[in-house]
């Protein structure tokens, strides 16, 4: 099975509910000796996080850490977050093929706060899609 190699990029882009850490915070376990200092004990969201370059088999210089930006479906809706991993905007330009190919498929996209939107979605409807699985995070069941 495919690994994540050096790559860390999620342990500083995602939320760590189980440590309350929060996206955009590198996770204090994480080191860039070893990568994860509690990894045979890390919690069950990380061992369950996938970004799109590891669940989809992605070529590897798409590698959050070499590209500069992850790719993290939501769940339940069809919008995808790009999320930088470094500041500047040097991204690899194939990242704005991959953008370009999941519009085609029907997803929006956000991405440096713009929206890449597929034929027929609007922003209201991605700001749903948000909203939604932003219900779903914090424990609601009424949607
Ligand atoms: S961002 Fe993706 S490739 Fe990098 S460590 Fe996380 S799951 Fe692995
Ligand atoms: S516990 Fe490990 S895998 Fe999880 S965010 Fe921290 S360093 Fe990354």
Not at 16 to 32: A, I, N, W
Not at 116 to 133: N, R
Request: proline share 5%; aromatic share 6%; hydrophobic share 35%.
């Amino acid at each position: 099975m495919r690994d994540c190699g050096d790559c860390t990029a999620c342990c500083l882009l995602t939320t760590v509910r189980e440590l309350s850490k929060d996206d955009g915070v590198l996770c204090p376990h994480c080191t860039t000796e070893i990568g994860c200092g509690i990894y045979e004990d890390r919690p069950l969201s990380c061992r369950e996080f996938k970004c799109f370059w590891l669940a989809e088999g992605w070529p590897t210089h798409l590698r959050p850490d070499k590209c500069n930006v992850m790719f993290e479906a939501l769940p339940g809706v069809t919008t995808v977050l790009a999320l930088p991993v470094v500041s500047s905007e040097t991204f690899d330009t194939d990242v704005y093929r991959v953008i370009q190919k999941m519009v085609n498929k029907g997803r929006a996209v956000i991405f440096q706060r713009e929206c890449f939107l597929p034929a027929g979605k609007t922003k209201e409807d991605v700001l749903q899609d948000i909203q939604k699985v932003l219900r779903i995070n914090n424990g609601c069941s009424n949607i």
